[in-house]
């Protein structure tokens, strides 16, 4: 019996929220918490719960997760669980595209194409305003240049900053 309460105790101290242990964004959100939104969204977006993938991919966007961001103008442009809407949809993908990866590049260029071009001119006021709201510089993110491992690729990858 002693050896099962060790164990127990033991896992329950490695399960524990350790807040020495964690750090937090400007906004005063933890680590764990800014980090788990994303991948809880993405794991409900997959799973088709598109309820639950809105409401946690809406909150990780406005702290300013680029990821985020990009699967929610996805699913503005797909009507995944909201009204379809191009409009919001073009602000967040475009704020998500101050992360630079092939594939949103690609997908940014066909959406581009399928707009009208007095579409895109008329959003570029709000496109402005949305990237100063929940943009990379808005939402203290560190954005650097890099290779994936065996590419000479380079992509920008943003990150939150944490203290």
């Known amino acids: 019996m002693r050896l099962g309460y060790g164990v127990l105790l033991i896992?329950?101290?490695f399960s524990c929220f350790d807040a020495e242990a964690q750090k937090r964004t400007k906004e005063n959100v933890w680590e764990m918490e800014y980090h788990n939104a994303l991948d809880n969204g993405l794991h409900a977006l997959k799973a088709g719960n598109y309820e639950k993938a809105f409401t946690l991919l809406t909150e990780s966007a406005s702290w300013g997760n680029k990821t985020a961001q990009f699967y929610l103008a996805e699913m503005y442009f797909k009507g995944l669980h909201v009204?379809?809407?191009y409009q919001i949809g073009w602000l967040w993908l475009n704020v998500?595209?101050?992360q630079k990866t092939a594939k949103w590049q690609m997908f940014y260029d066909r959406i581009e194409r399928a707009l009208p071009e007095e579409f895109i001119q008329a959003m570029e006021p709000l496109v402005a305003e949305h990237?100063?709201?929940y943009g990379a510089d808005a939402k203290d993110l560190?954005?650097?240049?890099?290779s994936a491992t065996g590419s000479n690729i380079?992509?920008?990858i943003c990150e939150k900053r944490l203290y």
């Open 11 to 13: 896992v329950l101290g």
């Open 83 to 85: 009204k379809q809407d």
């Open 96 to 98: 998500a595209l101050e």
């Open 131 to 133: 990237i100063a709201t």
């Open 142 to 146: 560190n954005c650097r240049s890099q």
């Open 154 to 156: 380079r992509e920008r």
